[in-house]
């Protein structure tokens, strides 16, 4: 069964750093993309960025750009999301999502995200 | 960045009915467009890809249209389990932009 299961929820203060894990289980990570979206409360859904599985090439929303990082270990078949300098405004649920059929970009722009992790929340506040 | 509207906000309708959701573009973006369905508590799920292209596994009621800056999610015969809220995505230029959602209530 293919999945993709997250690390659980954190509570940080503002001006730290948050790590959200995303493991796959039922397919090899090198083989898709892994775009990062995240809600905010009553809010819509927000692009942060996406990962080549296999190559590690990186995306990322400009308004982010500086203070989010992704990466992967092929190793482990797990996608990390690091966002830094925290503030109220990133309380959210962050969700991992399989992008397209291939590792490659383009797969994702055009097939979407078939395959989501169950969110992690992201609460900041002092 | 690409602006997408969608309308109507939420609607109200009953099971059997005919539901229509539209998405438009601030420019044109040929067919890059994603519909994902949202319910309270879980992670979106994908309904259609390309516009119009129904993702497998998902009832054939849901049908996608629309090129350019004009979109259409339709779900032909409403059941209960289709309350949630639709989102519309583009994925033709970075970054990825969402519509801000329909809520449907049955």
């Known amino acids: 069964q293919v999945q993709l299961v997250q690390s659980g929820g954190e509570v940080k203060k503002p001006g730290a750093s948050v790590k959200v894990s995303c493991k796959a289980s039922?397919?090899?990570?090198?083989?898709?993309?892994i775009t990062w979206v995240r809600q905010a409360p009553g809010q819509g859904l927000e692009w942060i960025g996406w990962i080549h599985g296999y190559s590690g090439n990186t995306k990322y929303a400009q308004n982010l750009q500086g203070r989010v990082t992704v990466t992967r270990d092929t190793s482990t078949n797990t996608a990390y999301m690091e966002l830094r300098s925290l503030r109220s405004d990133d309380t959210a649920v962050y969700y991992c999502a399989r992008g397209g059929r291939a590792a490659a970009y383009d797969s994702a722009r055009y097939y979407g995200m078939d395959v989501w992790g169950q969110g992690t929340t992201v609460t900041v506040s002092s | 960045d690409i602006q997408m509207t969608q309308s109507p906000s939420s609607l109200s309708a009953s099971v059997g009915d005919r539901v229509t959701i539209t998405c438009r573009a601030s420019?044109?973006?040929?067919?890059?467009l994603t519909w994902y369905q949202k319910k309270p508590g879980q992670a979106p799920r994908l309904l259609i890809y390309?516009?119009?292209h129904l993702q497998s596994g998902v009832p054939s009621r849901f049908n996608g249209s629309g090129s350019g800056t004009d979109f259409t999610l339709t779900i032909t015969s409403l059941q209960p389990e289709d309350s949630a809220t639709y989102h519309c995505q583009q994925s033709y230029n970075d970054p990825w932009t969402f519509g801000q959602g329909t809520k449907v209530e049955i």
């Open positions: 390309a516009a119009s």
């Open positions: 420019q044109s973006m040929s067919t890059y």
């Open positions: 039922g397919y090899t990570l090198s083989s898709h993309g």
